[in-house]
């Protein structure tokens, strides 16, 4: 009789803490996730009073010329092809290693927060590429803060034959190193 009743209380008592840490991991869960969406700061690139969006007017052309860096010229076909990339910004402007197609006019391109920062902050311009040859068009330039994730998308901006490519810098002094990747969806 003893054994049953602590049989019975035993089972009890694992039901009740495997029901609490059910309860806790949810509930930690749920924090992660809402706090991890506040982390990321998402823009459209077709909406033109974004605040983060840098007046054209702003950008001279000799911030457009890359500093020991070259535009890129090998393709990457987006569609079912997720394009993963790294940068360590030391002063430099670094474009990404390749152009994207593939995508049917809508794309997303992903900046986690850097793993380190002597910058409050650091652009990403999007640019089309124009057909063969090494002639770009600027697209958009985005102020974006160091201590967020990034999250940009288009539908408009860029047509579905569009190529496009981004650059990032941080100044001359910017010392960074930022990741992420682009996809179409």
């Known amino acids: 009789m003893k054994k049953r ?3 019975i209380f035993l089972t009890i008592a694992l039901a009740c803490v495997g029901i609490m840490t059910s309860y806790a991991a949810k509930n ?3 924090k992660v996730s809402i706090s991890d969406e506040e982390n990321v700061i998402k823009i459209n690139i077709d909406d033109k009073n ?3 969006l840098v007046d ?3 950008i001279s052309d000799i911030e457009i010329v890359p500093y020991g860096s070259n535009r890129p010229t090998k393709e990457w076909y987006l569609y079912d092809n997720q394009y993963t990339w790294s940068a360590a910004i030391n002063g430099n402007t670094l474009y990404s290693s390749y152009y994207f197609t593939g995508h049917n006019g809508r794309f997303c391109l ?3 927060k850097p793993s380190y920062s002597n910058v409050s902050s ?3 311009t999007i640019y089309k590429r124009k057909g063969t040859s090494s002639t770009s068009t600027y697209v958009q330039s ?3 803060p160091t201590n967020k994730d990034l999250e940009f998308h288009s539908e408009r901006k860029i047509s579905e034959n569009d190529q496009f490519y981004f650059k990032i ?3 001359r002094k910017a010392n960074f190193a930022a990741n992420g990747y682009v996809d179409a969806y």
Do not use: L, M, T
């Open 5 to 7: 009743i602590v049989g």
């Open 28 to 30: 930690i869960d749920e």
């Open 50 to 52: 974004n605040p983060y």
């Open 56 to 58: 054209e007017g702003y």
């Open 110 to 112: 992903y900046a986690y």
């Open 122 to 124: 650091y652009s990403i």
């Open 142 to 144: 985005y102020n974006v």
């Open 169 to 171: 810098s941080g100044g």
